[in-house]
C-alpha cells in the first residue's frame, strides 16, 4: 500500500505475501477482474479497494467464500476446471490465477479459458525447478518439501506441477504473448534473475506472468 493511502475499507491489513502486490500493480484501475480460487478475497480486498476494480471472484472452499462475502466482496463457489466455460468471451479485462494453476486438474484448459474470456490472463505458480527442489529429489529419492510447497506428497492439493522453464514452452505452444514475467521468492520478493529465465528456473521459488493471446 502506498505511504498514507486509506486503510482497506474491510480493515484488513494487508497480505504479507508480496506476490499478492505485484499481481496488483499488473492491473490497471477501473478494470473488470476475475480472480480464480480467490480464498478468503485477499487480492480481491487490495483490488477493489485501492484501485476501484469491478471484481469478482471464485473460489472451490466454501468456507473461504463465506470468509469473502462476509467481507462484502463477490465472491461465488465454483470450480475453475468446470465452471470457467459458463462465461462470456471478453467479459473481463483480466483474469487472475494466483498458486492455483498447479491444483487444477486441466491446467492447459484452464489458461485457454482464461484467455478466452479475458483480455489477459495473470499467473502464479510453484516453480519445480528451484534449487531446493532438484537437491532433496537428488539426495533423498523424495518428494521434496520447501516454503513454497509445504505440504506432504500425500497431502497435498499440487497435481500439476511445473518449472518455470515448463510454463515458458506451454505459452509458446499455445500461442500465449508473455507480456511480463517475474522469478520470485515464496512471499514475492522480486529476485535479482528476474530477466534469465535459466537462472530463474534453477533460484526463484515462483513464477509470476502476465499473459494474452497473440
Same mark, same amino acid.
Given at each position: ?54 471484481? /469478482? ?10 470468509? *469473502? ?33 498447479? *491444483?487444477?486438474? /486441466? $491446467? ?10 479475458? /483480455? ?27 516454503? *513454497?510447497?509445504?505440504? $506432504?506428497?500425500?497431502?497435498? $492439493? ?13 505459452? *509458446? ?18 529476485? $535479482? ?22
Amino acid at each position: 500500500m502506498a505511504e498514507g493511502a486509506p486503510p482497506l475499507r474491510s480493515g484488513r491489513p494487508l497480505s504479507d505475501r508480496l506476490d499478492l502486490r505485484l499481481i496488483a500493480e499488473m492491473v490497471e484501475p477501473r478494470s473488470r477482474v476475475l480472480d480464480i480460487g480467490c480464498g478468503d478475497g485477499a487480492l480481491l480486498d487490495i483490488l477493489v479497494h485501492e484501485k476501484g476494480v469491478d471484481g /469478482r471472484g471464485i473460489e472451490i472452499d466454501m468456507g473461504e467464500v463465506a470468509a *469473502a462475502v462476509a467481507q462484502g466482496l463477490s465472491v461465488i463457489h465454483a470450480d475453475a476446471d468446470t465452471d470457467l466455460a459458463f462465461y462470456p468471451d471478453g467479459a473481463f479485462d483480466y483474469v487472475i490465477l494466483s498458486r492455483t494453476l498447479q *491444483a487444477t486438474e /486441466r $491446467p492447459r484448459e484452464v489458461l485457454a479459458q482464461m484467455l478466452r474470456i479475458g /483480455r489477459r490472463a495473470i499467473v502464479s505458480f510453484p516453480n519445480f525447478g528451484h534449487w531446493t527442489v532438484r537437491l532433496a529429489l537428488l539426495t533423498t529419492g523424495r518428494m521434496p518439501r520447501t516454503r *513454497a510447497l509445504d505440504r $506432504p506428497w500425500y497431502d497435498t $492439493p499440487n497435481i500439476h506441477l511445473c518449472t518455470i522453464s515448463d510454463f515458458f514452452d506451454l505459452c *509458446a505452444m499455445d500461442g500465449y504473448t508473455v507480456e511480463r514475467w517475474l522469478g520470485v521468492d515464496d512471499q514475492g520478493k522480486r529476485t $535479482p534473475w528476474r530477466r534469465n529465465r535459466r537462472l530463474a528456473n534453477l533460484f526463484a521459488e515462483q513464477g509470476l506472468f502476465l499473459l494474452s493471446r497473440r
